[in-house]
């Protein structure tokens, strides 16, 4: 049985890279192979497949946040995280499931904060070579459809 | 002569199509008027989908601007729609963004609705034991919700509260038609549903909708990351009436590249490392890689290469409205195509390369705006006109809109 603190160490360090304006920390926490996709709760119990942000390769992570960088433009703005204990939901050969909670406030340039963002990560992560857990999927279920402005950073 | 901008008189409209007067986005008695003379008026209005309301009973709740609305399928299999609003208090008749029912029932009063919105029953009409009750002249067909006037055309369902007025089809014309037919040729699927709230007029969304300049300039995606785009040729088509736009982007003339479409062979710059999202096919049998279409006041059917979506428009209040986002496929997508349309989705939507950046610009007018009640904006890229164009550096799309607005508008 993996141990939830484990989880929780490797959400902590995910989301503190996000936070602290270290998004090119980012994609490190994935395994090369990987999917990551931003939806709601909506789609997912509808089943609806499409996201937000989909990515399936690490490298579309590096990408992703390249292109933040580099290329989109929208006002400056951070993001808090607030984070749940892991529920571990399945252990089998070394891949774990979990759900974990998670709620973002962001807080734009001028001092505006609002909840942006309260879901469920439904993750499933395995050791890498080194070790290190790493997400082998992390699909953000959003509970509201409702995005306000853009996404722009990760969540 | 370079027309004036600003000191004009608040309520005063310029001549011709070439000045936006700031004011427009930002009075409330604009937005009261556009409600009773758009929403409520001669205008064809997106609803839903067909696959929303597949079988008899099955439901859908939606918006005519600020009027909300249930689209229904009929016993008889006809869609048909009704002010969401019971005629005895006012209540919400639906609570939910969809559903299938035997028939409608508001859960204040209990008042009961067939599936055409006909008030069918009142609870206690006759009173309880002898006492109470509707007086005996009251009449249940004289009651109920507005019926909509409503049209199907290629899986998308409009309505109108206006019946009296030209066909959905005769709106747009033949030559709009054909561009949305051209996407919409099969049954469709849906992918995902979003909510984009803007804070911003719903018209800055529409203009930057059909504003063909702005693209390659606030969006820099491509060219930041050296992807070519490789097509030139393209343009934009505005119906006589302006009520409806589509701007294409045509592909390279080989035909669509099926492997890395239009990444550059250089090393310099920032390069994407894992392109394979641009991967793409050419799925409508032309040479149209980009096709984004409008139809006033407030639909957007958007082609990018194969990811495909509806934008529907609902104002909330003068600075702030509610973006739609269906994503679409084909019910009989291949697993390959639909793998391809999941991840060029990237592209699009509220996180989208080349997309983001509009959900938040309409909010820099919107601020920028503030205290430009006697000023006005300058449209005139392109000339003077709102004509169709075989190039896409013209605002002719956006002056079809400020043409269709006004004319129902009366400024």
């Known amino acids: 049985m993996t141990g939830p603190l484990e989880l929780a160490a490797l959400n902590a360090a995910c989301a503190a890279a996000i936070d602290a304006n270290r998004l090119e920390a980012w994609p490190d926490f994935f395994h090369d192979r990987c999917l990551y996709k931003v939806t709601t709760a909506d789609n997912f119990e509808k089943g609806h497949q499409a996201g937000l942000i989909y990515a399936d390769s690490r490298a579309m992570l590096h990408d992703r946040v390249a292109a933040l960088r580099q290329a989109n433009i929208y006002e400056r703005q951070r993001y808090r995280h607030v984070l749940g204990l892991p529920l571990v939901t399945a252990d089998t050969d070394g891949l774990v499931s979990a759900e974990t909670s998670f709620v973002v406030v962001r807080t734009m340039r001028d001092g505006q904060m609002m909840v942006f963002a309260a879901g469920v990560y439904r993750d499933e992560v395995r050791r890498d070579e080194t070790g290190a857990w790493r997400y082998a999927e992390r699909i953000v279920v959003c509970d509201s459809q409702r995005i306000d402005t853009l996404l722009a950073i990760p969540l | ?411």
């Open chain 2, 1 to 411: 002569m370079d027309q004036p901008v600003r000191d004009l008189p608040v309520g005063a409209w310029p001549p011709g199509l070439t000045r936006v007067p700031y004011w427009v986005y930002r009075d409330p008695g604009i937005a009261r008027a556009e409600q009773a003379r758009l929403f409520e008026g001669p205008c064809w209005h997106f609803l839903c989908l067909e696959i929303d309301v597949p079988n008899p009973g099955d439901y859908r709740t939606t918006m005519m601007g600020a009027m909300p609305v249930v689209v229904a399928r009929a016993e008889d299999g006809a869609v048909v729609a009704f002010e969401n609003r019971c005629a005895h208090r006012g209540a919400l008749i639906c609570l939910d963004d969809g559903g299938s029912v035997k028939d409608f029932q508001c859960i204040y009063h209990a008042w009961r609705y067939d599936l055409h919105g006909n008030l069918k029953s009142v609870a206690f009409r006759h009173g309880v034991g002898g006492k109470g009750g509707m007086p005996d002249d009251f009449r249940p067909e004289a009651h109920g919700p507005r019926k909509l006037h409503v049209t199907v055309q290629s899986g998308l369902v409009f309505g109108t509260l206006v019946p009296d007025g030209p066909s959905f089809e005769d709106t747009i014309g033949s030559e709009i038609l054909a561009r949305l037919q051209r996407v919409l040729h099969k049954k469709l699927e849906i992918i995902g549903r979003f909510t984009q709230q803007l804070p911003c007029n719903w018209k800055l969304y529409m203009e930057n909708v059909r504003d063909t300049y702005h693209a390659s300039l606030l969006h820099t995606f491509f060219t930041t990351f050296r992807i070519t785009r490789l097509s030139h040729g393209g343009g934009v088509m505005v119906s006589d009436n302006g009520v409806a736009h589509a701007s294409t982007t045509l592909a390279p003339p080989q035909g669509p590249d099926t492997t890395y479409a239009g990444m550059r062979a250089d090393n310099e710059g920032f390069r994407l490392q894992d392109p394979s999202f641009m991967r793409s096919v050419a799925e409508f049998n032309d040479d149209i890689s980009l096709q984004i279409l409008s139809i006033f006041p407030g639909f957007v059917l958007q082609q990018i290469n194969n990811t495909l979506a509806v934008r529907q428009i609902v104002p909330r209040g003068i600075d702030s409205m509610d973006l739609h986002w269906t994503y679409l496929g084909f019910a009989d997508d291949t697993p390959d195509l639909r793998a391809m349309r999941l991840k060029q989705a990237n592209l699009a939507g509220p996180a989208g390369y080349v997309s983001m950046e509009d959900g938040a610009v309409g909010g820099f007018v919107q601020r920028g705006i503030a205290a430009a009640e006697a000023e006005t904006s300058v449209v005139e890229m392109g000339g003077t006109s709102a004509d169709t164009t075989d190039t896409r550096a013209t605002e002719a799309s956006v002056r079809g809109f400020w043409k269709a607005w006004r004319a129902r508008m009366g400024l």
